[in-house]
């Protein structure tokens, strides 16, 4: 799954791509605090019509949507959070399960007063999406999930062995006062490595995400996030243990030079209906490095 990391570095010497950067949401959208779970989640909102709820991982935030949103927002009520402890939500001291946080963005639906939404998740946000996706399935009407794992799920224990995955276990007080002020390197470490284009990553972008991660406790809880992953596997069996596969149309979107076709191999262990795609040309950061791409399927995918 991550075979592309040994051609990526020589790849992004020979590429000069066009760089992304921070797009603002339209101005159609509004933001607000959203009281849900016993926490607040910062929540950007806007359109009208069929609710798409977008959710974002770990390196970034929900401003990673912003060029997808503007395409959606055309005909979709467009839902895009930050999930907890990340980005501008608040910083609770527990609930990073992944269970819990489905809750969370349940109690946001309820909040909009929006009962069914299609969802469109990348990295840890597939992990929220997928405890989402079973415990609420009468509320999920389609699932695109972007190049992360679930863990307990498929090849998972063999997955969590990689060595560029370190940092799954990377957590504690030591190591949070190593990256205290340092956050900028230990996101560049990301961006890097996990990238086949690294350059299309710009300046702006990784300082925009660096300063949100230097945010008090907000490197804290990114770590949270990864430390509850044990409890996740152990969920996410007993859930798939009651509840059965999950029915509704799954797209299952692995970046070429990042997860592939493993990313549909992991979501048919889970899921009945089960379609798969690739991003081309684009490492594990698909909204920053092939956006187009990415817009494209996913657009296709809500549009059915």
């Given at each position: 799954?991550?075979?592309?990391l040994?051609?990526?570095?020589?790849?992004a010497v020979?590429?000069?791509p066009?760089?992304?950067?921070?797009?603002?949401?339209?101005?159609?959208f509004?933001t607000?605090?959203?009281?849900?779970?016993?926490?607040?989640?910062y929540?950007?909102?806007?359109?009208q019509?069929?609710?798409?709820?977008?959710?974002?991982?770990?390196?970034d935030?929900?401003?990673?949507?912003?060029?997808?949103?503007?395409?959606?927002?055309?005909?979709?009520?467009?839902?895009?959070p930050?999930?907890r402890?990340?980005?501008?939500?608040?910083?609770?001291?527990a609930?990073?399960?992944?269970?819990?946080?489905?809750?969370?963005?349940?109690?946001?639906?309820d909040?909009?007063?929006?009962?069914?939404?299609?969802?469109?998740?990348?990295d840890?946000?597939?992990?929220?999406?997928?405890?989402?996706?079973?415990?609420?399935a009468a509320?999920?009407?389609?699932?695109?999930?972007?190049?992360?794992?679930l863990p307990?799920?498929?090849?998972?224990?063999?997955?969590?062995?990689?060595?560029?995955?370190?940092?799954?276990?990377?957590?504690?007080?030591?190591?949070?006062?190593?990256?205290?002020?340092r956050?900028?390197?230990?996101l560049?470490?990301?961006?890097?490595?996990?990238?086949?284009?690294?350059?299309?990553?710009?300046?702006?972008?990784?300082?925009?995400?660096?300063?949100?991660?230097?945010?008090?406790?907000?490197?804290?809880?990114?770590?949270e996030?990864?430390?509850?992953f044990?409890?996740?596997?152990?969920?996410?069996?007993?859930?798939l243990?009651?509840s059965g596969?999950?029915?509704?149309p799954?797209l299952?979107?692995g970046?070429?030079?990042s997860?592939?076709?493993a990313?549909?191999?992991?979501?048919?262990?889970?899921?009945?209906n089960?379609?798969?795609?690739?991003?081309p040309?684009?490492?594990?950061?698909?909204?920053?490095?092939?956006?187009q791409?990415?817009?494209?399927?996913?657009?296709?995918?809500?549009a059915?």
């Amino acid at each position: 799954m991550f075979r592309y990391l040994a051609a990526a570095t020589a790849a992004a010497v020979l590429v000069t791509p066009a760089v992304a950067r921070i797009a603002p949401f339209p101005g159609s959208f509004h933001t607000q605090m959203v009281q849900t779970n016993g926490t607040s989640l910062y929540v950007r909102v806007g359109g009208q019509g069929p609710a798409v709820v977008l959710l974002h991982g770990f390196g970034d935030t929900g401003d990673m949507w912003a060029p997808l949103a503007a395409v959606l927002v055309k005909d979709h009520t467009v839902i895009v959070p930050d999930l907890r402890g990340m980005g501008l939500s608040a910083h609770p001291d527990a609930g990073y399960t992944k269970q819990t946080q489905a809750s969370d963005i349940a109690g946001v639906m309820d909040a909009l007063k929006v009962q069914k939404a299609a969802l469109v998740t990348h990295d840890i946000g597939n992990m929220v999406g997928y405890a989402l996706a079973v415990q609420y399935a009468a509320r999920i009407t389609r699932w695109a999930v972007i190049d992360a794992p679930l863990p307990g799920i498929g090849d998972w224990d063999n997955i969590i062995r990689s060595p560029m995955l370190w940092h799954f276990n990377f957590r504690g007080p030591d190591e949070e006062r190593l990256v205290q002020g340092r956050e900028r390197i230990y996101l560049d470490r990301f961006w890097n490595e996990l990238s086949a284009h690294p350059k299309r990553i710009d300046e702006g972008t990784r300082q925009h995400y660096a300063s949100l991660y230097a945010r008090p406790h907000a490197i804290h809880d990114a770590f949270e996030q990864f430390g509850a992953f044990n409890q996740d596997a152990s969920d996410n069996k007993a859930l798939l243990a009651k509840s059965g596969k999950i029915t509704m149309p799954v797209l299952a979107i692995g970046a070429e030079k990042s997860f592939g076709t493993a990313q549909a191999d992991d979501l048919r262990f889970v899921a009945s209906n089960v379609t798969s795609a690739i991003v081309p040309d684009s490492g594990h950061w698909i909204m920053e490095e092939n956006p187009q791409a990415t817009i494209k399927l996913v657009t296709e995918f809500i549009a059915k």
